[in-house]
């Protein structure tokens, strides 16, 4: 078996894009990394062809061309990594009596930890919220959140298939010994 600080992993599995630990029936630790390099790498690859085909040395315009698009890309780019986390991390832990949900950026290096306190939770709540407009197709989203003692809600993940959303609220709900609310 795998130890972490001391800890044995009873089980590892996947669901949806969350890798889950089970460390005990009291510690839950799941993480879904993310790509945020990918998107930046294929607006390069596309724009390289670009850059290539508007040679810059064939006239002062297009070069003027080239380095406006090479700048707008930067700054997309920047923006893309900035906003995008590369790992996010969900922990319900019980000896701690806490839940906690961590946001790993790349740059600058940075982590934005969300912190709930479990005496301060009633349940586990997965809501189905639909988006649609006019006339189109309705796209459905799955939440999952910790509802506290004032009806307030700490988000913890969302996604777009019921199955694995509905197991992660599952396994939140079990671990942090609170219902799971529909």
Do not use: C
């Not at 596309?46 to 297009?62: D, E, K, Q, T, Y």
């Not at 090479?70 to 893309?80: E, H, T």
């Not at 912190?115 to 919220?129: D, E, F, M, S, Y």
């Amino acid at each position: 078996m795998v130890e972490e600080a001391g800890l044995e992993l009873e089980k590892e599995r996947r669901i949806g894009p969350y890798r889950v630990q089970e460390r005990t029936a009291r510690r839950l630790v799941m993480e879904a990394p993310a790509h945020p390099l990918l998107p930046v790498a294929l607006m390069w690859g596309g724009f390289l062809p670009f850059a290539i085909l508007v040679a810059p040395w064939l006239s002062g315009a297009r070069l003027f061309v080239v380095l406006a698009t090479a700048l707008l890309l930067l700054v997309i780019s920047a923006l893309v990594v900035y906003f995008t986390p590369a790992l996010r991390r969900i922990v319900v832990d019980l000896e701690v009596g806490e839940a906690r949900v961590e946001r790993h950026y790349l740059f600058p290096q940075r982590v934005q930890t969300l912190q709930v306190p479990l005496r301060a939770v009633t349940g586990v709540r997965l809501q189905r919220r639909t988006w649609q407009a006019a006339g189109e197709v309705a796209q459905a989203e799955w939440n999952v959140g910790l509802v506290g003692e004032d009806g307030t809600v700490w988000p913890l993940t969302e996604g777009t298939e019921e199955e694995p959303i509905g197991e992660l609220a599952r396994l939140v709900a079990e671990v942090a010994g609170r219902p799971l609310e529909a």
